[in-house]
């Protein structure tokens, strides 16, 4: 396996990077092998590769899936990461059934495989896409490294309700944030060529509108305008496109009336025909039979013709389920009748196999299982998610500059909190497979950066639990059991006691990995169980305290944003997070990143987000009267907000063109300044607001950012171009993509509130 390992190698080596010309003729030849193959297959095979299971090591055995490998009835399997089974059931397909095409591993591989790193919301709030980039470059070559081929990664749906737990798998609710995001993942996974032994097939998902469900509800309908549609929640998913991903995954949702998974207008319309789109359509997990559950189609089979024909390529299943492999079951069947035709699952099959040619999979099908140790342990990885996770972290709060901290004094830390010392938790959701013992806490990395002559001490303080448990328990294992209210009771004295009789505190409060992520929706945003009963009792000892926040979406803080010096956003870090947040708190590390989501002052505030349109009320009047009477309009952090150890100044913002035609371009520059005593990283932000139109605007919406470093006194020049793609919107009014004449303000500064301005005039071509 080591000979053909080594050849494929080299045939990698030769490929990538191949010139315009080779690859189109790489192309060509993927095409003709594709349809060489379809001519040989049978209707039954053919239905093999539109045929996808989970295989669970944990309660599946090889024998329930080998009979149907070997003949050829699956295509792709899910959820294995064991080489040695990957390359036995890999074995079976390209030996010993009957044309040999290999099997697709797929697996959620979503913010790391081996080496966490930050969650995807987390990674948004660095803004800074080559970091992301590079973080998914590693999440792929440790996963490849194992024989999977291909991840369900990114989900690029924008998420405007913090109840909503998956807001924590996406960037956040800008879709100009979220197209650049989009993009570098994608470009993280695929780099420039799949069939490359490190890189994976990426899958934007859940196609179209998931971040919408009514109530923040996960998997509930979502009711979205057509204007809305184009403009905030499709373009991440046009940028990955763009950046060249090789398949999506339809929704679970009714977008609309019509669930995402039998909706032609989403998978044809715009995916095919607007976007042409070449890759393939995973459906969710048992989306297909699920038609039947929401009430669309009558059966299975009707269920498996809605999708099919919709434009899902590929069933996603697990097996055993009475809903399951509506395709493997009734695609024959429906040829028969005439309702699917041959041509149609053609189409189908050639798309994966294309894919799975694209991946090198005919020439490499195995994976060396001797060198997975090596790939994954390489020091590398562990530095690069700790760079991850300082530039994902956003300091929200620094009174008196109580941060960063000195080493060697105080000289005594307590460290307080569920979530201090939870290496489960410093991950984040989806980190199946990683080694949990090599997470670092943040006890740990506190304990790590201060040595020996300083005494830092840990008390959990409070036990939080899930009212619901997670469906994940079953992969995750169980917590442990809820303390007893004598326990309780102890537990919170003794924390107390601990920060009282300490010099200084950091508080690391917010959610288990679990309370965010799919199926973790929930109705209020407030800390769970008695954390902010702790930190009110603990702060009215009068220490100077820290609270690190680790969690999966913006929580109820408006008690401690006015009544605890500092607060540093730390979503789940991952790996090295521990590290990298007492590299933060210690100042071996300045916090650079800025707020992805807006942030509410509590769930009664939801949705608010920063691009909304204004009102006969604008906010900027005097006595404004539109939202609520009983409590601030305004969020309780703006989007793009986040602070440092140092200070900026924006000046001289100007355009290089101050009136262009429609069509033409312009370049906008700001001078950003360092006028702090340290070194530290800005991000410049351009915000603008069209203001008259066929239809209305947002009263601000980013079209351009960079994060830049700035040594003490050190002022650079920022330069962003508007042009087409940034003045372009979809007017629910014309019902089309239109670039108007008006004025634009314009806008640049450190988050959505930014007061430098100027104008643009845009007039007729
Ligand atoms: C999730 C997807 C995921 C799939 C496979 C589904 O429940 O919605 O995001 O990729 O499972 O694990």
Not at 656 to 680: F, L, M, Y
């Amino acid at each position: 396996m080591r000979a053909k390992v080594a050849v494929g190698l080299v045939m990698m080596l030769v490929l990538f990077d191949l010139p315009v010309t080779a690859r189109s003729r790489q192309s060509q030849s993927i095409d003709r092998r594709v349809e060489a193959l379809l001519s040989q297959m049978t209707l039954e095979e053919k239905v093999g590769q539109v045929h996808q299971l989970f295989y669970f090591t944990q309660f599946m055995k090889p024998e329930v899936v080998e009979p149907d490998i070997r003949a050829g009835k699956i295509g792709s399997l899910l959820f294995l990461t064991d080489p040695v089974l990957i390359n036995r059931f890999q074995k079976i397909a390209v030996e010993n059934s009957r044309l040999k095409i290999p099997l697709l591993f797929g697996f959620d591989v979503i913010h790391g495989f081996h080496t966490i790193f930050p969650v995807p919301l987390a990674m948004a709030s660095s803004w800074d896409p080559a970091l992301v980039e590079q973080a998914q470059t590693i999440a792929a070559r440790e996963a490849r490294a194992v024989g999977i081929h291909w991840t369900f990664a990114p989900m690029v749906d924008i998420a405007r309700d913090p109840r909503w737990g998956r807001i924590v798998e996406g960037a956040g609710e800008d879709p100009f944030l979220g197209s650049r995001m989009a993009a570098a993942h994608v470009r993280g996974f695929q780099g420039t060529d799949p069939s490359s032994p490190d890189r994976v097939l990426a899958c934007m998902k859940h196609f179209a509108g998931y971040g919408a469900g009514n109530g923040g509800r996960d998997y509930d309908s979502a009711y979205i305008a057509d204007a809305e549609l184009y403009n905030v929640y499709l373009p991440p998913f046009k940028a990955a496109v763009d950046a060249g991903v090789g398949s999506a995954m339809s929704a679970y949702m009714d977008l609309n009336d019509v669930p995402a998974t039998g909706n032609a207008f989403l998978l044809r319309d715009v995916l095919r025909k607007q976007w042409g789109f070449k890759g393939f359509v995973v459906s969710d997990a048992e989306a297909v039979g699920n038609l039947v559950t929401h009430g669309f189609a009558e059966d299975k089979s009707d269920a498996a013709y809605r999708a099919f024909t919709a434009g899902v390529d590929l069933e996603m299943s697990f097996p055993g389920n009475p809903i399951a492999s509506a395709y493997a079951s009734s695609l024959t069947k429906l040829i028969a009748e005439g309702r699917v035709t041959k041509a149609q699952l053609d189409e189908a099959v050639r798309r994966i196999l294309a894919a799975k040619f694209k991946l090198g999979l005919f020439e490499n099908p195995y994976v060396d299982e001797s060198r997975v140790a090596a790939i994954h342990n390489n020091p590398e990885h562990r530095r690069l998610a700790r760079v991850a996770a300082q530039r994902s972290t956003v300091l929200l709060r620094n009174d008196g500059n109580l941060l960063p901290l000195a080493k060697g004094d105080p000289k005594s830390v307590a460290v307080i909190g569920p979530l201090a010392d939870s290496k489960r938790d410093i991950r984040g959701s989806w980190s199946f497979v990683d080694d949990i013992n090599s997470a670092v806490t943040v006890l740990e990395g506190i304990r790590a950066k201060v040595g020996s002559s300083v005494k830092v001490e840990f008390a959990p303080g409070v036990d939080i639990a899930r009212v619901y448990p997670s469906p994940f328990g079953i992969i995750q294992g169980p917590r442990s059991a809820p303390w007893t209210e004598t326990q309780k009771r102890a537990e919170f004295e003794k924390a107390v006691s601990l920060a009282r009789s300490s010099d200084v505190v950091v508080m690391v409060l917010g959610e288990h990995e679990d309370m965010s992520g799919e199926a973790a929706s929930q109705s209020s945003i407030e800390l769970p169980g008695r954390q902010l009963e702790l930190l009110k009792t603990i702060s009215g000892l009068g220490k100077p305290l820290v609270l690190v926040l680790i969690n999966g979406r913006p929580l109820d803080i408006s008690w401690a944003a006015s009544n605890v010096s500092a607060i540093l956003e730390a979503w789940h870090p991952g790996t090295e997070g521990g590290n990298a947040i007492a590299d933060i708190l210690y100042g071996d590390a300045t916090p650079g990143g800025k707020l992805p989501v807006t942030w509410p002052r509590s769930a009664a505030q939801i949705p608010i987000y920063y691009a909304h349109n204004i009102t006969q009320e604008p906010e900027t009047k005097k006595n404004f009267t539109s939202r609520y009477w009983d409590i601030p309009s305004s969020p309780l952090y703006p989007f793009g907000y986040g602070l440092s150890y140092t200070t900026f100044s924006f000046s001289n913002l100007r355009v290089s063109k101050p009136e262009i035609k429609v069509g033409e371009s312009t370049e906008v520059s700001v001078d950003v300044e360092n006028t702090g005593r340290r070194a530290g990283e800005e991000v410049a932000q351009l915000y603008i607001h069209q203001r008259y139109g066929s239809a209305s605007r947002p009263v601000r919406e980013l079209k351009g950012f960079e994060r830049v470093a700035l040594a003490p006194g050190q002022k650079k020049t920022v330069r962003f171009t508007l042009g087409k793609s940034e003045l372009t919107y979809w007017s629910g009014a014309v019902r089309e993509w239109v670039q108007e004449p008006a004025v634009f303000d314009l806008w640049v500064g450190s988050d959505a509130t930014a007061s430098l301005t100027t104008t643009l005039r845009v007039v007729k071509r």
